[in-house]
């Protein structure tokens, strides 16, 4: 596989736009060689979906579109993160609050920690913010060429292999 592999995409800031950025997160990573239907596959489905929900509800229409970042280190690393442009920082509810919502970033972290990886929010140049997660990758026994000409498919949208 590729040394370094990345994929992006912009989405509205919509709730429609979630379950885009759920399906477009699988499928890259399915061609990049990780079935759809694998435990991790599922962790980083669900990853996917509340980063996204939070960047739909939390910008209080400030940002209107958010983008996904998919960035594949060396079959090592796996980097996902979900950038706005609203400048707060996200934080946490008191527990009261947490009751019907606000527990995002807490299913976030458990998952990360729960795969051996790590959460990071930053603040972006352009004023906003990134919220990623860096997982460990482990190679599936397909490799992801093989499975991608199995599909016939290419390298998907907004997808590119950097050397």
């Known amino acids: 596989m590729a040394d370094h592999w990345e994929a992006s995409v912009t989405l509205p800031s919509d709730p429609a736009s979630v379950s885009a950025a759920r399906a477009y997160a699988v499928g890259i990573l399915a061609e990049w060689g990780l079935p759809s239907d694998s435990d991790i596959a599922d962790t980083v489905r669900l990853i996917v979906s509340e980063l996204a929900t939070n960047a739909v509800q939390h910008t209080f229409g400030q940002s209107p579109t958010f983008?996904?970042?998919?960035?594949?280190?060396?079959?090592?690393?796996?980097?996902?993160?979900?950038?706005?442009?609203?400048?707060?920082?996200?934080?946490?509810?008191?527990?009261?609050?947490?009751?019907?919502?606000?527990?995002?970033?807490?299913?976030?972290?458990?998952?990360?920690?729960?795969?051996?990886?790590?959460?990071?929010?930053?603040?972006?140049?352009?004023?906003?913010?990134?919220?990623?997660?860096?997982?460990?990758?482990?190679?599936?026994?397909?490799?992801?060429?093989?499975?991608?000409?199995?599909a016939g498919r290419p390298a998907g949208r907004g997808a590119r292999r950097v050397r």
């Open 67 to 150: 983008t996904v970042d998919i960035v594949l280190d060396r079959d090592e690393r796996l980097r996902i993160g979900v950038t706005d442009s609203h400048p707060r920082l996200p934080r946490r509810l008191p527990a009261a609050v947490q009751q019907d919502n606000g527990r995002g970033l807490v299913i976030i972290r458990w998952l990360t920690a729960e795969r051996g990886g790590r959460m990071t929010v930053r603040p972006v140049r352009e004023g906003g913010k990134t919220v990623s997660v860096e997982l460990p990758w482990t190679l599936p026994d397909r490799p992801a060429d093989t499975a991608r000409a199995e």
